[in-house]
């Protein structure tokens, strides 16, 4: 369902997810959309809950708070008001009601905006039309690389990842798309790979006036995807008339001659943006590349990755991945010095593994200089490093927002850059930004987690609870997200149910890897002191990542653990008695 319409005065436009009224623009997380899409099909009907349910969770459970939150979600966007509805009323015991008239939109979408830069692009995900669907990570690492091509271009603005495949498997308006990032130029194509041939279509838009500035179609054998990404990007910048002092260099770098090795790689490092589950299949693929070419740099730094962010999210123990995450973003430096992404690497295991602040800050300043884009890298270094440990705030959060800038529709940029809102005491705008990045990617777990963060750091443990929720049933019971919500029930008072959680924890601790920094925290929560000192030594005992990050002093919701006496002494024994200033 394409077409738009008109909700009282909002034109609603579910391709997009969006609503917009007078200049304004909110984005809707899918279920909220699929609501409001149901109650707009009856307008001046009352919708049972059941009825809703049926329309938007056939054959799944949910709770009826999980509808009540997405009402709340559509009054909130809509600047309706439950007592004085002029939108969406609530029927009591029945269910809900459309007041606003719905009618099919007739209105055009806006030219792009007068504020985009005049040499700027964003390229969409290109289309995967092989019969294969194993080949849509081939057309997703495609289009990444032309990314990267584009980025060394000096004078060209190009819109990160994250933001581009915002628009992936929807019908776009490109006029909407160049309104809503700024920019002036789309690059669109489909990748249609059969053996060893692989056809490849691109064409440049304008986003002005929707008109065709350049397109090509490659017909060539499979070795030849390195020259056709050189040919797209060098013939965008002369179609755009842009000068860069590159002397022939080429914009695309061949990172391995191992076609196999380059597919394994691409698949690694789509699956590693998904995180949670597919973490581990991440790193099969990444494993792989390397095998088919221990030279292989760029596919290096990306298992040292999937190593760290295994350990990370609780997936494995440190024992069992940080050496060999170590190991991989070595090889990866001394493979290529050059490659940010190594860099890059090597500065998360310092900072979560080896402790080594010295190193950690030098490995993230290079790895910046080398790639001032790369969104990752920044986020890393201006939240975890700068704010979280040496308590650099202001800086922090001016690294993580340019970050945000430069990936203005990305759910992950939002969410680091709420948490260092919360880090930095502006709880109420890091609530505000989480709810933001939410909006933008309703199935991120750790966006939901970073929800729960703030809620609680701003005193709002009720909401904080009902968010937690969604990260739990996203999650599968996250350790992360159970020790929040046993400290929500702590603020509330309701120790009784804290203690509940943490014994839940605990029981699954004796037959799977728990991390202990997560048990520290509901363990406090449930006033089990004795049990949290216990849990908090393990945790720098073992190297747990989670313990350089979750027990800063800079995180509000470590202060339950600050109390301690014994926990600061722990602090000091470790060499962070900088944490302890003012304590």
């Known amino acids: 369902m394409h077409k738009s319409y008109k909700v009282g005065s909002w034109i609603v436009d579910p391709s997009l997810n969006s609503m917009s009224c007078d200049g304004r623009m909110v984005r809707l997380e899918p279920k909220v959309m699929e609501v409001l899409l149901c109650l707009a099909q009856h307008p001046g ?17 949910v709770t009826e708070d999980v509808l009540k939150r997405c009402i709340a979600e559509l009054r909130r966007a809509f600047d309706d008001d439950a007592r004085n509805p002029h939108i969406i009323e609530t029927i009591s015991k029945r269910g809900y009601r459309l007041l606003a ?28 039309m092989s019969p294969d669907p194993e080949n849509e990570y081939f057309a ?13 271009i ?20 490109l006029r909407i798309v160049g309104e809503q990032l700024k920019v002036r130029t789309v690059l669109e194509g489909s990748v249609r790979r059969a053996d060893n041939r692989l056809r490849i279509t691109a064409q440049l838009v304008s986003t002005t006036d929707g008109y065709h500035l350049w397109s090509e179609r490659y017909e060539r054998e499979l070795k030849d995807v390195f020259a056709i990404q050189e040919e797209i990007a060098q013939a965008i910048a002369q ?31 789509t699956l590693l943006y998904k995180r949670g589950s597919a973490i581990p299949r991440a790193l099969v693929s990444c494993r792989r590349a390397v095998e088919l070419d221990p030279s292989y740099a760029l596919a290096w730094a990306c298992l040292a990755n999937c190593y760290t962010l295994l350990c990370w999210y609780g997936g494995e123990a440190p024992h069992r991945c940080m050496p060999k995450a170590t190991e991989a973003a070595r090889r990866a430096a001394a493979l290529d010095p050059s490659l940010a992404e190594a860099h890059s690497a090597q ?44 308590g650099r705030l202001t800086e922090g959060m001016e690294q993580v927002k340019l970050a945000l800038t430069s990936d203005p529709l990305s759910g992950y940029a939002h969410t680091q850059y709420a948490l260092t809102c919360v880090v930095a005491g502006k709880t109420a705008e890091g609530v505000e930004v989480c709810r933001r990045a939410v909006e933008l990617d309703s199935e991120s777990f750790v966006a939901n987690w970073v929800l729960q963060v703030a809620l609680l750091s701003n005193r709002e443990p009720e909401a904080a609870l009902l968010a937690g929720e969604a990260a739990l049933a996203m999650s599968g019971r996250s350790p992360w997200s159970m020790a929040l919500v046993a400290m929500g029930f702590a603020d509330l008072g309701r120790v009784p149910e804290a203690d ?6 605990q029981a699954r601790a004796r037959h799977q890897f728990v991390q202990p920094t997560s048990l520290a925290f509901a363990a406090a929560a449930a006033s089990k002191e004795e049990e949290a000192i216990r849990h908090a030594r393990e945790a720098f005992e073992i190297h747990d990542p989670n313990s350089q990050i979750f027990f800063s002093r800079y995180l509000p919701v470590s202060a339950r653990l600050y109390r301690y006496p014994r926990f600061r002494e722990i602090l000091a024994q470790i060499g962070r008695s900088d944490w302890l200033r003012d304590c």
């Not at 997703?140 to 060394?152: H, N, P, R, Y």
């Not at 500065?347 to 593994?353: D, G, K």
């Open 154 to 173: 000096e004078g060209l603005l190009v819109v990160a990842r994250s933001s581009a495949f915002s628009f992936k498997g929807k019908y776009v308006d």
């Open 239 to 269: 179609r755009l008339r842009i000068t860069f002092p590159w002397g022939g260099k080429p914009l695309v770098k061949i990172s391995t001659p191992n076609l196999e090795a380059y597919q394994s790689y691409l698949k690694g490092q």
């Open 101 to 128: 008239p719905v009618s099919e939109s007739t209105e055009t979408s806006p030219a792009a905006a007068e504020s985009a830069v005049t040499d700027s692009i964003v390229v969409l995900p290109f289309a995967n």
């Open 140 to 152: 997703d690492g495609i289009t990444e690389e032309i990314i990267d091509a584009l980025s060394q």
């Open 500 to 505: 509940a959680v943490y014994c839940e924890m």
């Open 347 to 390: 500065a998360l295991l310092s900072l979560l593994y080896s402790r080594d602040r010295a190193e950690t800050e030098r490995e993230f300043t290079r790895a910046v200089q080398l790639n001032p884009k790369d969104i990752q890298a920044l986020a890393w270094y201006g939240c975890f490093y700068l704010q979280l440990s040496e």
């Open 45 to 61: 009907e009352t919708l049972s809950k059941e009825q809703l349910f049926q329309a938007v969770w056939p054959n799944v459970i």
